[in-house]
Structure formats: structure tokens, C-alpha cells
């Protein structure tokens, strides 16, 4: 938790001043009861009805400071809490979008949204109650040991002794709560990962009819949380039952030898009525610090939580803050022996690639699935790093580019259409914010999607639902397909972004992009043979590695794996060589 305090920065005065604040109010408290005895004392006992007057005027003076003192420390806690909350938040997601793919599959889109949600704000309590609670409990506790001893000495022991026996059963109790929090925000992670699943994937659960399967997996991820809570808030819930016994004894304790001391002589009522105040505002701050301890322990789980995130160094850094000039006569595009594996010792997903690409040119990409096309996909604007060889873009290393200038020379389409809700407009500049309405209707046209965008009754300015549900899955793939064109990029990628879409639309699609005014590099992937007759060159992939690569025809002739492909896709292998692909 305290690696966590740099994010108090700019409520450092409310930070400082709230405790200070809550300390004066425990001032008022302790002065209470010595105001209750000279009433007792003094008022009633003496007869002294103006006495008692004047001294409940004090009381309500003090309760009234008190609270005003209360009001502007909760004040203060809540302002710097949210703030802490704010800042922590906003750094922790800047963090995680400057992570790479790699670092991001190793936590998970749940364990993230998890930490940037609930572990924050169990963070951003136990910051609020750090300022409110932190200085008020102890010195409440010190404080109404030292106004006892003040009172009676000997009477004072039962109240250190109290002390004592509640600090070990708080010390018991946290010590073993403590490990069961990690585990519940774990299992909040699983639990998170089922909902997201089945809630994205609610079409495919209902077309197979398995609801009841993943409600009992949902509901056995749900079961374990429930009884890591269980206990863990079963060993908390020991806290109160057991500290008030030790109190209430204490109290007994006090009344029974106070007692014997009056009739002693000793001591006043007034003073014995003091003792018991001072041992219930220690009895209060106990519960309060026990409450505070649970807080403080899950605070410092979820802290952890979110330090491993921040403690996960980038593996994709900008050695550069310029972009390079392009090397004349260079390719767009190269891959020069090109290995790679998600995991540090797994499989690797590609081995040896290589292949170039020059502006205005396609390159064709299909293979088997797994085999590693989408692979390539994301090894050219450095979503993750090469294990060895070389991307070239311009003839220079992605390496030596900053990750935005990048970037922006490519235009991705990925395997699944994805859409932010707000509107079309909105969508499809994402790429390039100041695209005029021109550029948006040419990117729209190119990519087949202008005939039912016009007919829409907002046009550029209808609504796009959450995932553009609202939208059918072709139009979707479309409509991704404009949004990479609106930003006009230097090298086009299109993995498999035309499954969606029938022949006649794609091969459409296909002509219109080539006529392009501004003449990408395309980078095609497809698991249809159809789709990729076309281009310059087709590089063929099984497992990973290139078993083929050239013009269509060239491969028919020489690589027997693009040839099965284009077999299992048509009626015959004659129709293949006939041209019907």
C-alpha cells in the first residue's frame, strides 16, 4: 500500500489536516467525561443547579465542536480518497494500454478489469479510513488510559490490561484473515472471466442449448468465492463478539472495585462514572480498530494486486522519439527470417518467415488454422516482439520506429469486427479524427458499406450500440474495413476481415482497393483460396512454417498443401485450373 501513497499527490494538504482534525475531535471526547464528573460531582451533589446548568452548556459546546471537527475531517477524507482513487485509476490504465499483447495475456482482460475496479476502490477505502480513523483510535485509546491513571492509578490496570488482550485477538484474527483476501480477489478474477464469457458469447450458449452447463460452471467459480468469503468474514465477525466480552468484563471489573472505592472514600461517583466513559470510548475505539485492521488487509491484498501490474515492465519500448526517414528503394514491407513464440520457451507460432512487399502490391496469406497467419498480423505494428529476425517497414526495423508513428502508417482490420458504441462518425475516425465527411463517404464506398450507411436516417451520425450489435456481421466487417481506410494507411491489413461478406461483395471489395488513390501495401489473409487468387504473391504456412510462396498459379504447379486447399474449396481439381479460382 504505501508504494500506492505517490498517487495522494495534490491532496497531500487534506491528507495532512483531516487526521489533525479527527485528533481535536478525540480531544472533545476525552474531555467529556471529566465535564460528566464536575456535574455529577459538584452540580448534583452539591445542589448546585446553575452549576449544572453552565457545565451542560460546556458539554454542548464540545459536542458541537466535535462535530463540526467530524464534518470537516469526513470532508477532507472523502476529497482526498476520490482523489487518490482518480489518480491511481488513470495511471494504472495508462499503464496497461502500454503494455504489450504478451503482458496483457498474462494477466487476463478479467484479472485487469478486476484490478482497475474492485481492488481500486478497496484501495481507495482504506485510504479514507487511514485518514479519518488512523490518529483518532490510537489516541483515543492512550488518551483514556492516561485520564484513568489520572483518576485512580490502581483502577487504571484493568483498562491496560484490556488493552492488552484486545490487541492479541486483533493481532490473532488478522493474522490469519489476511491470506483468504488475495485468494477472494483471485476468485473474483475467475468469477469476472465466466460473466465476460458468457455474456459476450450468449448467442452461441443459447444455439447449444447449454445454459445449464455454464450456469453450474458459473455457479461452482461463484461457490468457491463464496466460501473463501465465508471464512474469511467468519474469522472477522469473531472481532466485535469478542473484544465487547473483554470489555464488558472490564466494565464489571471497574464497577465492582470502583464500587468498593467510593465506599472507601477514595474515589467520587462522579470519578467512577468517568472511568466507565473512559473504558467505553476505548471499548468503541477497539471495535473501530479492529474494523479498521479487516479494511487495512484487504487494502493491502488489492494493493498487491495492482503493484504487479505497475511492477511489469513494458517489453515494447520507444528507443526513439522520431521517425526515421524510408530507405529509397526499400520494400513497404519485409519479414527477413522472422521466429516467434508467444510463450518464452513454448511452441513457436512461426519460424523462419520471410518475404517482401512493395507499395501498391498484395500480398495473399492463408494456411491451415493455428498455422500462424494472424501472427504475422500482429508482428507488424509491434504488438508483440520477434524472438529473432527482422519487420521491416521502409526498409528500417519497427524496432527503430516510435510505437505511434508506427502505427500510424498501417491500417488494421482484425479477425473480429469491433465497434465502440457512440456513433458512425465517431467509429470511423478513429484512425484520423480530422477526416472530412468526403474521405469518411470515399472509405465507406470503397468498402462496400455506403449503400446502407445512406439509407440510414442519422446517416454519419447514427448510433452505434456496444460491439455495433445493432449492426449485422457484414456490415460490421465493412465497416472496420472503412474505418482502416479513412486514416489512408501505408500498408493495409485485412485478416480475414471478408468472411462475412458473399463473393460478389468481396470481389467488389477487392477491385475497389486496388483502385485506391493512395496505394497501399495490402497485407491479405484469408482461409479462402478465392479471396487471394489475385495477389502478387501468396505465402502458404503449415504450423507455423512457409511451405509455399508465389503467384497462385506458380503454387498450384509446385506446393501440394495450397493445392489441397484450393482442392477441398472446389468441386474438382480441374474447375482449379480451369480459372474458376
Known sequence: MRKLLRFLRGYRAVTVLGPLFKLLEAVN??????????????????????????????????????????????????????????????????HIHSLSLSEIDKFGAAGLLTRINSDTIQTQVGVAMFIRLVLRAPFLVVGALVMAVSISARLSIIFLVTAIVVSIILWLVMSRTAPYYRKIQNNLDDV??????????????????????????????????????????????????????????????????????????????????????????????????????????????????????????????????????????????????????????????????CFSLQAGQTLGIIGSTGSGKSTIAHLIPRFYETESGTVSVDGISVKEYPQQALRRKIGLVPQKSVLFSGTLRENLTFGQADATDEQIIAALKAAQAYDFVEKLPQGLDSPVSRGGKNFSGGQRQRLTIARALVAQPEILILDDSSSALDYATESRLRHAIAELPFHPAVVLISQRAFSLSHADNILVLEDGAAVGYGPHDDLLASCEVYREICRSQTKTEEAVRGGTL
Open 192 to 353: 469476472s472471466l465466466l460473466t465476460r464469457e458468457t455474456l459476450s458469447g450468449a448467442r452461441v450458449v443459447r444455439a447449444f442449448s447449454n445454459q445449464e452447463e455454464e450456469q453450474q460452471d458459473f455457479y461452482a467459480s461463484a461457490d468457491a468465492l463464496n466460501k473463501k468469503s465465508v471464512k474469511a468474514n467468519a474469522l472477522s465477525a469473531l472481532l466485535n463478539p469478542l473484544t465487547y466480552a473483554v470489555i464488558n468484563l472490564a466494565v464489571i471489573a471497574v464497577l465492582y472495585f470502583g464500587g468498593k472505592t467510593v465506599s472507601a472514600g477514595a474515589l467520587s461517583q462522579g470519578q467512577v462514572v468517568s472511568l466507565i466513559n473512559y473504558l467505553s470510548q476505548i471499548l468503541l475505539a477497539l471495535v473501530v480498530t479492529a474494523n479498521l485492521a479487516v479494511t487495512f488487509t484487504k487494502a493491502a491484498a488489492s494493493a498487491g494486486r495492482i503493484n504487479e501490474v505497475f511492477e511489469t515492465t513494458p517489453q515494447i519500448v520507444d528507443t526513439v522519439t522520431k521517425a526515421p526517414p524510408p530507405i529509397e528503394g526499400s520494400p513497404k514491407l519485409s519479414f527477413e527470417d522472422v521466429s516467434f513464440a508467444y510463450y518464452k520457451g513454448g511452441r513457436c507460432a512461426l519460424k523462419d518467415i
Open 29 to 94: 471526547e476525552l474531555i467529556i467525561p471529566l465535564v460528566v464528573a464536575r456535574i455529577i460531582d459538584k452540580g448534583i451533589g452539591g445542589g448546585d443547579t446553575a452549576y449544572v446548568w453552565k457545565m451542560g452548556g460546556v458539554m454542548v459546546a464540545l459536542g458541537l465542536s466535535g462535530l463540526i471537527f467530524a464534518v470537516t475531517a469526513q470532508y477532507m477524507a472523502a476529497r482526498a480518497s476520490q482523489g487518490f482513487g482518480t489518480n491511481l485509476r488513470g495511471a494504472l490504465y495508462r
